[in-house]
């Protein structure tokens, strides 16, 4: 059955550093790919999804991921980060009709 | 304005009781959701129902129970049997099929002494 990991549970960085956010799914047929983020105290909200085509997929906030099916991955990117990016995010899947998300990775961004 | 809404915030009960959490959509969706939140764990599926008078378990049912009379309200109730049962509480909603993504409520943060 199809399921996501992520690696980095919690990461530290300082304003306009890149970011990088890994998340690896096992091959269970469609591949339907999320990024979910969940700002302190907020909603979690839908950051980007992938099903198909350009394997690019541009989100809210300038966040992108990219979808390299050789690596089974779809790791989530910024390329300078803001102190308002601090939140946890969580990577997803699609299966048997509802969304499984991996453990998350908790950011905290130092101004 | 069309969204979810989750009641109480925060909610407090003694050991051995069951409670009821409230869930609530007006965004016409079909399918409903509970998750629960634990950190370092993510969110884990309890229960989900995609029509009115069913639902299915999730990964992690045991010790809760749900109804779906109404397509707009999906309420999770946590019963003693549930060995753990102080978690931050998430309902969701959405259109079926896997083009959409999920609405979610802001949170039930349910504390049992």
């Not at chain 1, 990024?35 to 950051?47: F, K, T």
């Not at chain 1, 790791?75 to 991996?102: H, M």
């Not at chain 2, 109730?77 to 909603?93: E, G, H, M, R």
Request: proline residues 4%; neutral net charge; aromatic residues 14%.
């Amino acid at each position: 059955a199809q399921s996501v990991s992520q690696h980095n549970h919690h990461v530290i960085l300082s304003e306009a550093a890149s970011l990088e956010l890994g998340c690896n799914y096992s091959y269970g047929g469609t591949v339907n790919l999320f990024w979910y983020v969940q700002y302190p105290g907020q909603h979690l909200q839908l950051l980007l999804k992938y099903f198909s085509g350009d394997p690019l997929v541009k989100g809210i906030k300038g966040f992108e991921a990219e979808f390299i099916k050789s690596k089974f991955s779809f790791n989530l990117r910024k390329p300078s980060v803001q102190w308002s990016d601090t939140a946890e995010y969580f990577c997803a899947t699609y299966r048997d009709d509802k969304i499984i998300f991996g453990k998350g990775t908790r950011l905290h961004i130092l101004p | 304005d069309g969204g979810i809404t989750q009641s109480p915030k925060y909610l407090f009960r003694k050991e051995g009781q069951n409670v009821t959490l409230s869930c609530e959509q007006n965004l016409n969706h079909d399918a409903m959701y509970w998750y629960r939140q634990d950190p370092g764990q993510g969110l884990r599926l309890i229960y989900y129902s995609q029509i009115v008078n069913d639902f299915q378990k999730g990964d992690i049912a045991e010790g809760y129970s749900v109804s779906r009379e109404k397509k707009e309200s999906f309420p999770l109730t946590v019963t003693s049997a549930q060995k753990n049962p102080t978690a931050f509480y998430l309902c969701a909603s959405s259109i079926v099929g896997t083009d959409y993504g999920y609405t979610f409520g802001s949170g039930t943060r349910l504390t049992v002494v």
